[in-house]
């Protein structure tokens, strides 16, 4: 079993910044698929974006040229770096992890893809 830990989340204001972080362990999962979902009240769960084992990236238009995810497998940890946030992207911000999927955007984007999850850090962006 693999627990994930989200932390980072906060209250800002539309164009601000905020890094999440999502730190894995009980196995290791450093070169698993890590995906990042959010879920606004009221709303279904919502794909952000995925990294993939090799470093490759993917993300929902909604989130395109604002935000970044990135990790640092040493650490097993992987991050959310959002940008110029504006507030329809208040949410709980989940991370997700899979040890193995196939790279294609139907599957990435699928929240069934994914076998561990973690318990959420709430993001409130303010206009």
């Known amino acids: 079993q693999v627990q994930l830990v989200e932390s980072g989340g906060g209250l800002v204001q539309a164009g601000d910044s905020l890094r999440l972080s999502c730190a894995a362990s009980g196995r290791t999962v450093s070169s698993g698929n890590m995906g990042w979902f959010r879920q606004a009240p009221g709303k279904e769960r919502e794909f952000v974006g995925a990294i993939s084992r ?47 999927l ?26």
Do not use: H
């Not at 970044?68 to 949410?91: C, F, G, H, W």
């Open 102 to 127: 196939r790279w294609l955007p139907s599957l990435i984007a699928k929240s069934t893809s994914y076998d561990y999850w973690g318990q959420g850090t709430q993001v409130t962006v303010s206009s």
């Open 54 to 100: 090799g470093g490759s990236t993917y993300y929902a238009v909604s989130v395109k040229g604002r935000f970044t995810i990135s990790r640092d497998n040493a650490k097993n940890t992987v991050y959310l770096q959002m940008n110029s946030l504006k507030p329809e992207d208040t949410a709980v911000y989940y991370c997700a992890a899979v040890e193995v």
